[in-house]
């Protein structure tokens, strides 16, 4: 069961999809930005954002527990997409491995391009564990 806290802020109004604001003690985990890249190093759904985004959510799950985490202890989320459009895909896929009843927090940014123009897009987490 997760420690973590999702207080609601008095004033702001309610996130669509995640927190205002996460808390709980523990060892903080900060994940590099993930792309759509597998085992190999090689691009996953070019050109497809719900393929790049599934591998991408899959990406963090691996890197969560290397440290010994799972989603239930991400506490922020950023997202870097070429293309605001992305957003639904990363929402499906997000939702496959977070409690939607108590999201993490969230930023979503467009971006003029990532690394490599193959990548539509890149997500980065923070955790406490």
Partial sequence: MSKLSHPTPEGVAAGNGYSHVVTGPG???????????DADGNFVGVGDPDAQARQVFANL??????????FA?????NFYVTDIAHLPAIRTA???????????????????AL???EALLEIEAYAVV
């Fill in 27 to 37: 060892q903080w985990v900060a994940i590099a930005g993930q792309v759509a890249l």
């Fill in 61 to 70: 799950d691996s890197c969560l527990r290397a440290a010994g985490a799972t």
């Fill in 73 to 77: 202890d991400v506490v922020k989320l």
């Fill in 94 to 112: 997000r939702d496959e491995y977070v409690d939607t009843a108590n999201p993490p927090a969230s930023t979503a940014v467009q971006v003029v």
């Fill in 115 to 117: 690394f490599k123009p």
